[in-house]
């Protein structure tokens, strides 16, 4: 069965500082991969995704990922992260075209001035 | 539309009632999906409809939630005796046929008290 594990419920970094957030997937054949961000009161944005080729994913905002099959990880990382980016991510798998896709439970990114 | 449109925005129910969720994908989406969102937690997976069809309704939790989408567009997401667990937020999501595209709506928030 499908299953994302995000092992970091809070993360909190200073304005201007790197980012990784880290994302595991499991799933029995080629996954698709995504990252959302949720801000407080707003709907699921689509950040990047995976589906094949490159496995460096540049994405919206600044934001990469890394798709590595070899350790069934695709984490989400920002060089210099700004006071607007402190929200929920989601990481998420699916497994083709119009599938549906499964979510991790979120991590919680703190900015501190 | 422009985007995917969810009404009410907010429900508040008193527990045994009737409900009846809406959701307005974009113009020409064939997939769409419904999720549910608890506090604190990823969206979770309901159903998803090819078209008119429930392609995949694993993700209903019990035979008090139903789903329609009887002209390929519009979804009506209905939950019959509702119970105070049933609180969350209930997001709506559409899909483009020739591939991912998922777009979420920004919610109904339900509460039953």
């Known amino acids: 069965a499908q299953s994302v594990t995000q092992p970091d419920i809070h993360i909190t970094v200073s304005e201007g500082a790197s980012l990784e957030l880290r994302c595991n997937y499991s799933?029995?054949?080629?996954?698709?991969l995504f990252w959302y961000v949720q801000s407080p009161g707003q709907g699921l944005q689509l950040l990047l995704k995976?589906?094949?080729?490159?496995?460096l994913v540049q994405g919206i905002k600044g934001f990469e990922a890394e798709f590595k099959r070899s350790q069934s990880s695709f984490n989400l990382r920002k060089p210099s992260v700004h006071w607007s980016d402190a929200a929920e991510y989601f990481c998420?798998?699916?497994?083709?075209?119009?599938?549906?896709?499964?979510f991790g439970k979120g991590t919680r990114l703190h900015i501190l001035p | 539309g422009a985007g995917v449109s969810q009404t009410p925005s907010n429900k508040v129910t008193e527990k045994g009632k009737y409900v009846e969720l809406r959701c307005d994908p974009i113009?020409?989406?064939?997939?769409l999906y419904w999720y549910r969102q608890s506090l604190g937690q990823g969206p979770e997976f309901l159903i998803y409809?090819?078209?008119?069809?429930?392609?995949?309704d694993s993700g209903l939790p019990n035979d008090r939630f139903f789903a329609v989408r009887p002209e390929g567009s519009v979804s009506t997401l209905k939950i019959q005796r509702t119970e105070r667990g049933d609180s969350a937020v209930y997001l709506c999501?559409?899909?483009?046929?020739?591939?991912?595209?998922?777009?979420f709506g920004s919610g109904t928030r339900l509460t039953v008290v």
């Open positions: 999501a559409s899909s483009p046929s020739s591939g991912y595209g998922y777009t």
């Open positions: 799933y029995g054949a080629t996954p698709y």
């Open positions: 995976y589906f094949s080729g490159d496995t």
């Open positions: 998420a798998v699916g497994g083709g075209r119009d599938d549906k896709i499964i």
């Open positions: 113009s020409g989406h064939t997939a």
């Open positions: 409809f090819q078209g008119t069809g429930a392609a995949d």
